[in-house]
């Protein structure tokens, strides 16, 4: 990268306060605390809005596990071609792929990881971290000089957490209670320093890294832009950019009040932007459009700016 680097942290009557201002706006207008950050892969200039805050990673933990897989991978230390055995009694509760599925299924560590990316599919990353092991990934994270980047477990602690500090048996329940005062401030899984986090810099820097064939050999990083660039969900990063000459790549986040996504803008002319969008819901609401929409109108709002 460049040694050229242009954090936004304006000052009065600074031109560059503009978007800043209008960022805020838009989470504002949407009901959301918004974190972000977007850089430019090759030049280093960024724009930064509560940044360097530490953030619930939720399903985007599944990029630096991603990461530490094909890295192991690379180094022999596993076979991406190993098939497992998932039986129905090994089901994380999720919405996607594997974890929707009744009857035992047989497929291999890298089929189970892409479902793990492209439909966010819970079951498939749990079995993915259960042969990458947990210190090793936090161990990867450290290496590429993300150091408040930390998992805490997996998708079926995560959730396990939830009905715990919530004293709930299903999602319905914890919906029903999440307006109870003091209910939020319960639960890890809401709380960036009881559960898996990072800070919106260090997501950019690891898909920068992935982008520029730093974060693992390039067969391994190219493999792994592939993937996320076959995530399924149009409604958040990918809104801001609709255009058919524009190429998104990314990964959501999504747990209760929480929104998010990571990923990478790449224009025609070259360009290509590592933008991270990490959301708060003020109102305790599970479908909320705008929630989701502001994702990409910021992130556009950001490589905008950027590409000026």
């Known amino acids: 990268m460049s040694a050229r680097s242009e954090r936004f942290d304006s000052a009065p009557g600074d031109p560059r306060a503009d978007v800043h201002a209008r960022i805020e706006a838009a989470f504002r207008d949407a009901g959301v605390t918004g974190f972000l950050h977007a850089a ?7 724009v930064a809005v509560r940044a360097d805050e530490p953030v619930v990673l939720a399903s985007v933990f599944k990029v630096p596990l991603l990461v530490a897989f094909h890295r192991r991978a690379a180094a022999g230390l596993l076979d991406p071609t190993e098939v497992v055995t998932v039986g129905p009694e090994y089901r994380t509760a999720g919405p996607t792929g594997v974890s929707v599925l009744l009857d035992e299924v047989r497929m291999s560590l890298r089929d189970l990881a892409s479902l793990m990316i492209t439909v966010s599919d819970n079951t498939a990353a749990d079995v993915v971290l259960d042969r990458v ?11 590429l ?5 930390v998992l805490d477990g997996n998708c079926r602690h995560l ?4 009905f715990t500090d919530a004293e709930a048996t299903t999602f319905g329940e914890v919906w029903a209670r999440l307006d109870e005062p003091g209910m939020i401030g319960r639960l890890r899984a809401l709380d960036p320093l009881r559960t898996s986090h990072s800070i919106p810099r260090e997501m950019t820097r690891l898909l920068g890294l992935i982008w520029r064939d730093e974060a693992a050999p390039p067969a391994e990083c190219a493999a792994m832009r592939r993937l ?3 995530q399924v969900w149009p409604h958040r990063l990918s809104s801001g950019f609709p255009y058919d000459d524009v190429v998104v790549s990314g990964k959501t986040g999504t747990l209760l009040t929480v929104r998010n996504e990571i990923g990478v803008v790449e224009y025609p002319d070259g360009g290509r932007y590592a933008v991270a969008v990490f959301t708060r819901s003020l109102l305790p609401i599970a479908v909320l459009p705008q929630a989701d929409a502001v994702i990409g109108t910021t992130a556009r709002l950001a490589v905008e700016w950027l590409r000026r």
């Open 145 to 149: 000089d993300l150091p408040t980047t």
């Open 228 to 230: 996320l660039g076959l």
């Open 159 to 162: 959730l396990d957490t939830i």
């Open 40 to 46: 430019d892969i090759d030049t280093g200039r960024q």
């Open 133 to 143: 092991g947990l210190d090793p990934v936090n161990t990867t994270a450290a290496t």
